[in-house]
């Protein structure tokens, strides 16, 4: 065992110290530019792994440029436009919306005044379609009693008149009976001569 650091175990590798890795994300080498083929191997690989994997600096580089594309080429452009959009929408709120909702108002109250009014006329007219009604009903309940009435009285008078004319059929028949009866005792008298 060598007061160096670094030890060979008995396969005839050498183990990698651990390698201190600085704030900044690159590993130093502390034995320095004279280190084993070992040490050189996990430098590179530490360089490797940090053009590979680590991308703050590129992600840093693309983020200013997107700022400066963004501020200076557009010259604050999207700003304009909100804050154009803020007092067009602050203008609408204090000054369009108040005059709509008066003028909303007036004109929902006019049409509110004239829809009650002619509900009311409706409702009046409804009634007086249902007074009207309920006079012809009763017109037709009396008219119709009055025709039953009339139709019985009819009924009863044909009735009166057919048992009049059965009676002078009746009548009738006898007096021509009693007529033939004579002419055939008066055809009878001659008929002997």
């Not at 060979?8 to 651990?18: C, H, Q, R, S, V």
């Not at 009676?167 to 008298?189: P, S, W």
Request: hydrophobic share 30%.
């Amino acid at each position: 065992m060598s007061s160096g650091g670094s030890e060979t175990p008995l396969g005839g590798e050498a183990a990698p110290t651990p390698a201190v890795v600085p704030v900044g994300g690159r590993k130093r080498d502390p034995q320095g530019p004279s280190s084993s083929p070992v040490h050189l191997i996990i430098k590179d690989l530490g360089e490797i792994h940090s053009r590979l994997l680590d991308h703050r600096p590129i992600i840093q580089g693309e983020t200013r440029f997107f700022v400066k594309e963004f501020e200076e080429k557009r010259g604050l452009r999207e700003v304009r436009v909100l804050e154009n959009l803020k007092n067009v929408i602050q203008e609408t709120n204090e000054q369009i919306l108040p005059k709509c909702r008066e003028t909303m108002h007036d004109h929902l109250s006019q049409a509110l005044q004239k829809l009650q009014a002619a509900t009311h006329l409706v409702h009046k007219l409804q009634q007086k379609e249902q007074e009207q009604r309920k006079l012809h009903n009763h017109h037709l309940l009396i008219s119709e009693k009055q025709r039953i009435t009339q139709w019985e009285d009819f009924m009863k008078e044909q009735h009166n008149k057919q048992a009049a004319v059965d009676e002078e059929h009746k009548k009738a028949t006898e007096r021509l009976k009693e007529q033939y009866a004579e002419m055939e005792k008066d055809l009878a008298k001659f008929s002997s001569f």
